[in-house]
């Protein structure tokens, strides 16, 4: 029964010109959840980040990494259910992404990029329709 267990994550790319303070409430409000917590990462450059646990899932908000700019995003929030070790080193693993991003769009109304293999998925909400678009973007 263990082998049927498995776990979820999402990687989904934010752009926004706001600081991590707004855009964590930004989520926050549109996800209708609690406020995250802000900490500075335990490592350098000691980055401020921001933090959820929900569901059984812990959420992470954090700056790109310079090395992940040619996504031209700001920040990358992560989400992985909690206490899925087992299922991590089995790849039993279900990548949420794509949806998690178009909901963000949909929800949070911020613009939302998921890399996809060698190009990447842009989910945006449009004003005029009220529904959220996307296209597929070249990785720069």
């Known amino acids: 029964m263990q ?7 999402a990687n989904v790319y934010i752009k ?3 600081q991590i303070e707004e855009v964590s409430k930004v989520i926050s409000e549109g996800l209708e959840m609690e406020p995250m917590r802000l900490e ?5 450059p000691y980055d401020l980040q921001a ?13 790109v990494d310079e090395s ?9 929030l992560q989400a992985n259910t909690m ?16 949806w998690l991003a178009r909901y963000i769009a ?5 613009i939302t990029v998921v890399k996809n293999s060698d190009a990447g998925v ?11 678009v996307s296209e597929e973007i070249e990785l720069l």
């Open 3 to 9: 082998n049927q267990v498995y776990g979820a994550f």
């Open 16 to 18: 926004s010109d706001k």
């Open 40 to 44: 500075n990462d335990n490592e350098e």
């Open 51 to 63: 933090y959820m646990e929900v569901f059984g899932f812990e959420m992470q908000l954090s700056e």
């Open 68 to 76: 992940k700019k040619g996504l031209n995003c700001e920040y990358l």
């Open 83 to 98: 206490d899925s070790f087992i299922e991590i080193h089995q790849k039993r693993m279900h990548d949420l992404s794509l």
């Open 106 to 110: 949909l929800k949070c109304k911020l």
């Open 122 to 132: 842009l989910f945006r909400y449009d004003l005029e329709s009220y529904k959220v």
